[in-house]
């Protein structure tokens, strides 16, 4: 059974830096594109940043600069380093895992960031 269970969410103050892991289970790991996504109370999900399985990144704007992923297939996880941390940055971290060729895409539970200002 494919697993995808995050961690290192918390609470931080503005300012302040959290590093989250995705450590994904039963999944052919390097063949997916990993991504970060959030969702905040009363808002849409949306992407946070992705790192394709050849290594290309996309971020979003509001985070370029300050958040970074990476991945480590020996490992079977994909981080996010987030760094200068802002109240909206407040939200619940899913990670994903996405292998377009095969139409096949798993999520994980989420994990609470909370900065405070």
């Known amino acids: 059974q494919v697993r995808l269970v995050e961690s290192g969410g918390g609470l931080v103050q503005a300012g302040g830096s959290l590093r989250l892991s995705c450590a994904a289970s039963e999944i052919n790991f390097s063949m997916y594109a990993m991504g970060w996504y959030r969702q905040a109370p009363g808002k849409q999900r949306e992407l946070v940043a992705r790192m394709g399985t050849g290594g290309g990144t996309t971020y979003a704007d509001s985070v370029k600069g300050r958040f970074t992923i990476f991945r480590d297939n020996a490992k079977n996880t994909v981080y996010l380093q987030m760094n200068s941390l802002k109240p909206e940055d407040t939200a619940v971290y899913l990670c994903?895992?996405?292998?377009?060729?095969?139409?096949?895409?798993?999520w994980g539970q989420g994990t609470q960031v909370t900065v405070s200002s």
């Open positions: 994903n895992a996405h292998w377009a060729l095969i139409l096949s895409e798993y």
